[in-house]
């Protein structure tokens, strides 16, 4: 059964509908308590709550209503307003809205020198409804150089009122001179009962609600979504299940599997980095229950991970989970996929074959 999620809950802990993201909420929570910075970058992983972290934090800074310490009320003209994307004085930019914009003429791969002339246009205006006028960039990450450089301006004297927030899974995409200027804050993967909270705060059922957030690798956005698209749940569940087989093989097994994996790498990038994501988090839950950090490490609904895992050692572990970040590094170097591949599950201790 599936039950339909629209919007994610608000968080009893911050009255802000993000979770899993505690110290990052705090540090925005307390620059509207000391008066905001001019600028900021929120970097973290895809779909981790940092667009709605950034909306409420604008609402957060305009809701005219006086509703307690440091929220907002949720149903005044200015919050309903900005949850639609129609308040004056809050704006988002990202690649959709520069599709529509450019009539998706462009590829639309990056956020182009049209999208920064229109950001800093809409720096220059003054509130109209509010004391602030929020900018917010997402795809931030996108920018190539000529385009941050341009951006570099509408960063280098900003009216008093405005606050720029760029939002990237990349906190080193961006240029020195830009980093300086902004003050960064960082969100992180959220642990899976915190996604499981979310979930069942946002009416989710508790048994899916579990399931769900056992295999949505620390994002709680993916499993907002998940909670209600069966499809996706089977697709991750798959690709668990065939990243079970692949570290459960013996050292032979292993290899004739990295060579296919490699010769698959030619015609299908993103479905190996994938794949590779789904190893990763194979051997993280693997971590999680070997040194008891979480009871939750099952592994997208495969139930509790394999007791071959126990006798770990914490320096196999880490090695072989940092072996799948060497080989994703190494394939986007362009080293020999199969190099990559098989230098990776060399890495791998053997697991009581
Ligand atoms: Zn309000």
């Known amino acids: 059964m599936a039950h339909k999620v629209n919007q994610v809950a608000r968080n009893p802990d911050t009255g802000w509908a993000v979770w899993g993201q505690r110290s990052a909420v705090s540090r925005l929570l307390q620059a509207i308590q000391q008066g905001p910075a001019h600028a900021y970058i929120l970097a973290g ?49 990202d690649l959709a809205s520069q ?15 049209g999208t920064i002339r229109e950001i800093s246009g809409a720096v220059s205006y003054r509130p109209t409804e509010s004391s602030w006028r929020v900018i917010i960039v997402d795809d931030a990450e996108t920018m190539q150089e000529t385009a941050q450089e341009a951006f570099l301006k509408t960063l280098e004297e900003p009216p008093p009122y405005a606050i720029l927030i760029l939002l990237t899974s990349e906190a080193d995409a961006f240029l020195p001179t830009i980093q300086s200027r902004c003050v960064t804050i960082r969100f992180g993967l959220s642990p899976a009962s915190e996604v499981e909270a979310a979930l069942i705060a946002s009416g989710t059922e508790a048994t899916l609600a579990r399931r769900v957030a056992g295999m949505a690798q620390g994002s709680v956005g993916w499993a907002l ?67 008891k ?58 697991l009581g074959e």
């Open 45 to 93: 992983p895809n779909r981790s709550g940092k667009r709605t972290a950034a909306l409420e934090f604008a609402r957060t800074l305009n809701c005219p209503k006086d509703v307690g310490h440091l929220t907002y009320c949720g149903e005044c003209p200015v919050c309903r307003r900005i949850s639609k994307g129609v308040f004056p004085d809050v704006t988002v930019f």
């Open 225 to 291: 979504e998940a909670a209600h698209d069966e499809g996706l749940i089977e697709s991750r569940e798959g690709l668990a299940r065939q990243a079970m087989d692949f570290v459960l093989a013996n050292a032979y097994d292993r290899t004739v599997r990295a060579v296919l994996l490699a010769d698959e790498f030619a015609k299908d990038r993103d479905g190996v980095f994938t794949r590779l994501a789904a190893i990763q988090s194979v051997w993280r839950s693997a971590l999680y229950v070997n040194q």
């Open 99 to 113: 599709a529509e914009r450019d009539g998706d003429k462009s590829r639309n791969l990056t956020l182009n020198i």
């Open 293 to 350: 950090l979480e009871d939750t490490a099952h592994i997208a609904g495969l139930g509790p991970i394999s007791e071959r895992f126990i006798p770990l050692g914490l320096d196999d572990l880490l090695r072989s989970i940092r072996s799948l970040d060497t080989c994703v590094a190494n394939l986007e170097a362009n080293v020999r996929p199969r190099l990559a591949l098989e230098s990776m599950v060399l890495a791998w201790p053997r």
